[in-house]
């Protein structure tokens, strides 16, 4: 059987997100002609069929459900090797660490100048960016390591490896006004009817927000509440508050990288990590011993 050619599989993926074939041929900017033949050539390749197609609806058979899982990792893959060739080329490759704003848990400093005082090690570049492309730009190429947190609906670790390196409770943020602000702690059930900042509004009583410092300003004005690790308790401005939320769920602060990477460099990061990691749990240990 003749391997599986990048573009049919592109066409079939925007398909199987779409279910339209219409609103697929759209995205791809193509005619609906051309993505048909292309997924019924697809289909005889296989020799199964892929798409249930009826006047009202396209649906995925299990053959075509087992293709979108595989075949999407099957392009990461592909992208990730490009983009990993292309900065291995460089006449000075560094590695990418990738996190998300105040998302380190007070332990990055710690880690790059450890890591920095190792013999062989390479020019770390820190890239901030938004919660949801944290674990793509690892699986893609475009990241060696990332700071994850877990439990998170952005927290997902398919093709990634990942070490524990910190374990925090969960404070809620707001403004020094707010009628919680002088509590000495929550639960999660006062804060029923407050607006909840995230940066991806997905039910009713929450809040978009595009960066950190606007998540600041419309807490500060008492237009929301934020729930967040307790490290952020040194990043705050001084019209903000921490109250420590009881009944939340504790949040893992993890060190993800894909599992094909094969790099001395990244081996040794992660090693310096997981060592910074233990040395900050001992040093409450011992300072109450």
Known sequence: MDPLQTRALTYFLTLAEELHFGRAADRLGIAQPPLSRSIRSLETQLGVTLLERTSRRVRLTPAGEV???????ALQAMAAAAHRAQRA??????????MKPGGDGGLLPAILAAYESRPG???????VCAIHERATMLRDGRADVGLLHSPSPHC????LDSEELLVERQVVVVGARH???????????DLAGETLATHEAAAAGEASVRDIDQLMQLIALGRAVALAPESVRGQLRPDLVCVPVLDAPLISVLLAWPQ????????????????VAESHRAQPQ???G
Request: hydrophobic share 45%; aromatic share 2%.
């Open 260 to 275: 094909q990477h094969r790099s001395l460099a990244v081996a040794e990061l992660i090693r310096t990590a997981v060592d």
């Open 67 to 73: 293709l979108r899982d595989e075949g999407r990792l």
């Open 89 to 98: 080329g460089r006449l000075d490759p560094g590695l990418t660490l990738v």
């Open 156 to 159: 997902d670790l398919r093709g």
């Open 121 to 127: 090690a390479r020019p770390v570049d820190v890239v």
């Open 286 to 288: 011992e300072a109450s």
């Open 179 to 189: 009628q919680l602000a002088q509590r000495f702690s929550v639960r999660l059930a």
